[in-house]
């Protein structure tokens, strides 16, 4: 196989894949280097918005869609409705396959059980070969090593944690309760036959042994027996400083593009990854959606911070924006972050 590559893209998840798709499409040499042995599996809930990337979708690729949204507040609770499906859950690794084979099939080459053990300004190396670049992305994740490389730093970064509870579950549950979560959230996000049931905070607000506990007592009021389940944890990356260093680009969470709201991730990395495309093939290239993405994950990471110094603030903040909801005076998808 060839040792120099147009592009170079560490991590095969959306961003990576998407960034890769686009890249090949037009006729350059495309490098995918994927650390673990199969694509896909990642701890993440699994959900879709409508207004991000399930309607992009196809249909065979949707485990559940969900027209309704329970949401719950330590003071209240409502159900908020849609004609559309506003959220869908989908399998990660199904996802996966299905975009890795489009850059695939657009001329990219993949490999898997690759992880890179060094960066240099124009080679990337693995256990076994060395890599020459003319332009290098990062889509490797909360821990991206790409990130680190550039010396860009990482302050804030949530938590989620979850378990996969088998079952057949009807509703798609949001629990937005300060005295539970801090600025988090609680969930349910139902499957073929399982549901993610985890949680989500920021570190700053509480830390990951505490969420995990609180997840456990909410758990165990909704009576779902954990027995035999193992939890999966993740870090989530929403600290955002750019996403173009010269011939070098971060992608999704190692852009640190996640949501600090609600950990909102598949759809900010398949929008960073086709702009990233889009620059390189096209140095002149104008983006406005993501900017608008970033324009609107800033808000949010603004409201975090905001609520975060103060639990008494915070749970004024989330009743009021619960009982909004409620009333329809915002829409579902301003905690979203797709268009």
């Not at 990062?138 to 088998?166: E, K, M, N």
Request: glycine share 10%; with cysteine.
């Amino acid at each position: 196989m060839q040792n120099h590559f147009h592009t170079i893209i560490i991590g095969a998840g959306p961003g990576g894949l998407t960034c890769a798709s686009l890249l090949a499409e037009k006729g350059r040499d495309v490098l995918v280097l994927e650390r673990n042995s199969r694509i896909g599996p990642k701890v993440c809930a699994g959900g879709v918005t409508w207004s991000g990337l399930a309607r992009h979708l196809p249909d065979e690729l949707i485990e559940k869609p969900f027209s309704s949204q329970h949401i719950r507040s330590g003071l209240q609770q409502t159900v908020i409705s849609s004609p559309a499906p506003i959220i869908s859950t989908i399998n990660r690794e199904s996802l996966g396959r299905w975009m890795a084979e489009k850059a695939r099939c657009a001329g990219a080459t993949i490999l898997t059980g690759s992880p890179v053990t060094a960066i240099t300004d124009r080679e990337v190396r693995t256990r076994s070969c060395r890599y020459t670049y003319d332009f290098l992305v990062g889509a490797d994740g909360s821990s991206s090593l790409v990130r680190r490389f550039l010396q860009v730093p990482t302050t804030y970064i949530g938590t989620g944690i979850h378990y996969q509870v088998p079952g057949n579950f009807k509703e798609m549950v949001w629990h937005l309760d300060p005295a539970q979560f801090a600025t988090g959230y609680g969930w349910i996000f139902p499957h073929k036959n399982w549901a993610s049931v985890g949680a989500y905070a920021s570190k700053s607000a509480m830390a990951p042994k505490k969420l995990e506990e609180k997840l456990h007592q909410w758990m165990g009021k909704h009576d779902m027996n954990r027995k035999g389940l193992k939890p999966r944890a993740a870090l989530i990356n929403f600290d955002y400083r750019g996403y173009r260093f010269d011939n070098r680009f971060l992608v999704g969470d190692a852009a640190g593009l996640a949501s600090g709201l609600t950990g909102e991730g598949i759809y900010p990395a398949v929008c960073s990854g086709e702009t990233v495309a889009r620059t390189i093939i096209d140095p002149a290239y104008r983006d406005t959606k993501l900017a608008r993405l970033i324009s609107k994950q800033q808000r949010h990471n603004r409201l975090l911070r905001l609520c975060g110094g103060n639990n008494y603030f915070a749970r004024f903040v989330v009743e009021s924006l619960v009982a909004a909801l409620r009333l329809r005076l915002i829409h579902f998808s301003a905690l979203e972050m797709g268009e």
